[in-house]
Each structure stands twice: as C-alpha cells, then as structure tokens.
C-alpha cells in the first residue's frame, strides 16, 4: 500500500517538471501523461528582434574612403552612359533624313467632290431625298457636295431671279440648312451652286446686267453662307471677274479668314479655255478652285500629259472631271463600263481635286436623250429565289456593283496616301491614246498611273528624263488594274507594259532613299 502511493507521488513530481527537464523515453519521446507525447520547447519571453544601423552608425560608414570611391565611380558611369545615349540620339536626328512640310491643305483637297445638279433626278423627295442618302454618299469618301442650282428664275429673264428662296418644288429654306447640318456630322462640306441663269443659255443673262446680277449673287451668298454653307460655286467665271463688284463676291465667301475657322471656298467653272488661260485665271481671279473641261476638249494622251505638265503646280486650286463642268455624268464621255473605271483611276490620281456628277460611282448612263438620267439605288438587291432574273438586268447590275466597288477603293486609297493626295507629279511616257506619269512625296510610297483608252492594245515604256533628278526602279508592284492579265500584288518590269484596249493599272513602289 505504502509502495503504491510512493509510486503515484513520483509521476506526480515527473508531471509538475518543465517539460525541457522531463526524461525521455527510450523511443525520443517526452514522458507525460499523453500516449505519444511530444516536445515542448519553451520560448524566451523578451524576442530579439534586428533593429539594423542606427543614423550615427551609418553616417560613419559612409564616411569611409571605400564608400567614397564607390559612389564616385556610380556617379560617372551614370553621367557616361546618359551622355553617350545623348550622343547617340543627336547622331540619329542629324543623320535621318529630313522630312518633308505638309503644304497647306483646304477641305477641296482631301478627297473627291460630288455634285448633284438635278436634285429631282437624284431623288424624288428633293432635297430631304439627298439628306436621307447622305449615308450613301459618305461611303464614298467625298468631302465636299455641290448642290444645285436650287433657286427660282425664269430663263433669260433677271427680273425673276430669287437666289435666297429654294424652289418650291425642290423644298425648303430649313430643308437646305437640315441638311448641311446632317452633312456636317459626317465631314462632308457643301458648296451651293448660284449661277444666276442656269436654265438660259448663258449663266449671266447678257454683259449689260452683269453688274446688277452680282450684287444679287454677292447678297445671296452672304444669306446662305450665314445659314451654314461651306461655299459658292458659279459658272461661267470669265464673265463673273468682268464685273466691278467681282471683288465684293469675293470678300463674302473668303473675307475674315483666320487659322482658327473652317475657311469657305469659292469655286468657278470655265468652259472653251486654253490650258495657258486656265493658269492664269487661276493666277488672276483669286478663286479657290476652278473646274474645267479641258479633259473632254483633248483626248490624245500627249495633249493632256502637256495639260497636267503645265497645271500641277497649282494643283490645290485646280478642280479635274469629265463631263463635270458641264453637269454631265462621266459614261457621257466613257461610253462603256471599262472606260469608266479607267477615267475614275485617272481623276483619282491625277494633281488636283477630282470632282464628280452623282451617279459616276455606278457608271450611270443617261437614257433617250435626256440630260439629267434619274439615280438607280439598291443596286446591291439581288433577285429574289426562284424569281424570273432579265439577265441583261441582272448583268447591268453586277456591273454597277462592280463599279461602285473600285470607285471607292480609289477613294479611299487617294484619301491615305500622299503621294496621290497632294504628291509632286513627273510625266513618264504618252501616246494617241495612253498616257503615265509618276506621283510621289518624300518617303511616302510611290505609284504609277498609266492607263490606255484605245481601241487595240498598247506597250508602255516607262522612263523619266534625266533632267528630273528621280530615278525609277526596274520593277514595281500591281496595285490596282482593270485588266484581267495582270494580277494585284504582282510585279512587272516597267520598261515593257502592255496594256489591253480601255485598261488602266495603278502601280506601287517603295521609297529607298
């Protein structure tokens, strides 16, 4: 009895130990009172913690000569290396080539220009039948739409003139302001058409009341002009500069001109001139662009490559469209599909702003003699399933699609590049009945016109002349072609281009410095 109680206060005692000092038993184990058991470590009660340098401690470190020496050599490596990038960078401006100054460009200059001349041919609905198919228009990348004339006069007849009221029959005043509002949104600017007599024989009655008439148009200009209208456009500008009161027409379409304002054109029309008299009406009348009929007047390809020689440098000013100074649509001229398209890439690359009479971008063809053709829409409907198809209907309309396509692939193209927007222009070879020439700017790339509207196939040899100063490379890339026997993306040598009857191609090459 005694024996067992001695027994019990020991593994009492053993229990009561810190656990550090308790046996262990054979197996590594701490004896407790627990059937494994475990360790336990008993942990100081005040834990060091690093408390690092103190400011005083550190600041005689740094003192030290090696710290010294090493923060000097961190010092001049620093400057070194910002020194040699310096260098390095001011080497790589100095030596990259310099690029060349953007010229001055107007609304006019960025992209094609769009008139519609007979509003009720256009649309039915007059003039909120153009704004509802401003959409249309805008996927053609136009920046600017000439309206009209849209005013009331009899022919011949300048008692009757109302240039501040839009015919009736056409519309409204606010439906002229609705849609240069609309127009606007978009980016596309709107010039008025105010030639006086449009319905007579001459725009400007007779020279015994063109004074008279002037100061109606100037007036007219200045109502329109305040209502929102981007520009005035009048024909027969060689009668109008006649005038003495020509200078205040000027003065309300470009006076009051700043960098800070969207700057308002005044656009002419010349008919019957020379390429010598265009330049200098263009030096002398002071209007921002002048459209005129010398594509239609010449058609031999030497002729207008002489055109475009004399005119390129005053290509801001200088408005180009076959059939548009005479509000005539381009198959008037081109008389097939084929030459449509080649004409389009000829005004879509040549210097200066090309301008076009509404249904151009579907080669719309006038009908029976009439002068105004009424506009096809819907020409992306096609036939019905199972539904009875005219197959000359159907092909006419597949080639209008066809049409519209390249028409906006050239316009988009024109609107990207600077070489086609506002490049310098180099003549490369003419004949009868094909010509070329080279348009470039500075890096940009650089592409070849050359197009062939005669009747039998024609071989080009591209060169320029020496006295030039560019040179041309022996090959270039197809961008754009209408003749099916070259391929886009392929290259051709430019010393041997043969190109099919009504064919124009357009041709890339890259700047090498």
Request: aromatic residues 6%; charged residues 25%.
């Amino acid at each position: 009895m005694n024996k067992d109680k001695e027994i019990d206060m020991k593994d009492v005692e053993l229990n009561e130990l810190d656990p550090e000092k308790q046996p262990m038993t054979g197996d590594g184990q701490a004896a407790s009172g627990e059937k494994n058991g475990s360790v336990k470590l008993k942990i100081p009660d005040d834990e060091v913690t690093f408390t690092g340098l103190s400011k005083e401690e550190l600041m005689r470190v740094a003192g030290t000569p090696g710290w010294v020496r090493t923060r000097w050599v961190l010092l001049l490596l620093f400057w070194l290396g910002w020194l040699g990038m310096l260098a390095g960078a001011i080497v790589i401006i100095v030596q990259a080539p310099r690029c060349k100054p953007i010229p001055e460009m107007n609304w006019w200059n960025k992209g094609p220009l769009y008139q519609i001349s007979d509003v009720d041919a256009f649309s039915s609905e007059g003039i909120k039948g153009v704004e509802a198919k401003l959409d249309n228009m805008n996927s053609l990348k136009l920046k600017g739409l000439i309206l009209g004339p849209i005013h009331t006069v009899d022919p011949g007849q300048p008692n009757t003139l109302k240039l501040t009221d839009v015919d009736a029959a056409k519309g409204k005043n606010d439906d002229l302001v609705d849609l240069v509002v609309k127009a606007h949104t978009m980016g596309i600017s709107v010039v008025l058409d105010l030639t006086p007599n449009y319905p007579g024989g001459t725009p400007w009655f007779n020279t015994a009341n063109v004074d008279e008439v002037m100061e109606k148009v100037t007036a007219a200009a200045e109502f329109w002009l305040s209502l929102g209208v981007d520009g005035i456009k009048i024909s027969g500008l060689t009668v109008a500069t006649n005038s003495v009161d020509w200078s205040k027409l000027q003065a309300a379409v470009q006076g009051n001109r700043t960098e800070d304002t969207k700057k308002r054109a005044l656009m002419g029309v010349v008919e019957h001139m020379s390429t010598v008299e265009v330049s200098q009406m263009l030096n002398t009348s002071g209007v921002d662009l002048i459209l005129s009929d010398l594509l239609e007047k010449k058609n031999g390809g030497v002729e207008r490559i002489q055109d475009m020689d004399t005119l390129h440098s005053q290509q801001r000013s200088l408005g180009w469209g076959l059939g548009a100074a005479q509000q005539d649509q381009l198959s008037k001229i081109a008389a097939t599909p084929a030459l449509v398209r080649l004409y389009q890439l000829l005004l879509f690359t040549m210097p200066g702003t090309p301008v076009f009479t509404y249904g151009d971008e579907i080669g719309l063809q006038a009908e029976h003699g009439e002068k105004s053709p009424k506009m096809v829409w819907d020409i992306d409907t096609e036939p019905a399933k199972g539904a009875a198809v005219n197959e000359t209907v159907e092909a006419e309309r597949k080639e209008r699609v066809a049409t519209s396509k390249w028409f906006k692939l050239l316009s988009d193209l024109r609107g990207k590049e600077h070489s086609l927007l506002h490049g310098d222009y180099y003549p490369l070879y003419s004949s009868a009945s094909s010509l070329s020439f080279l348009r470039l700017w500075d890096q940009s790339e650089r592409y070849i016109t050359a197009v062939n509207w005669g009747a039998a196939p024609q071989t080009l040899s591209l060169k320029l002349a020496p006295t030039e100063g560019v040179e041309l490379p022996d090959m270039a890339k197809v961008k754009l072609t209408t003749d099916s026997s070259l391929k886009e993306d392929s290259t051709i040598h430019l010393d041997n281009i043969t190109l099919g009857p009504s064919q124009a191609i357009l041709l890339q090459f890259p700047y090498t410095g």
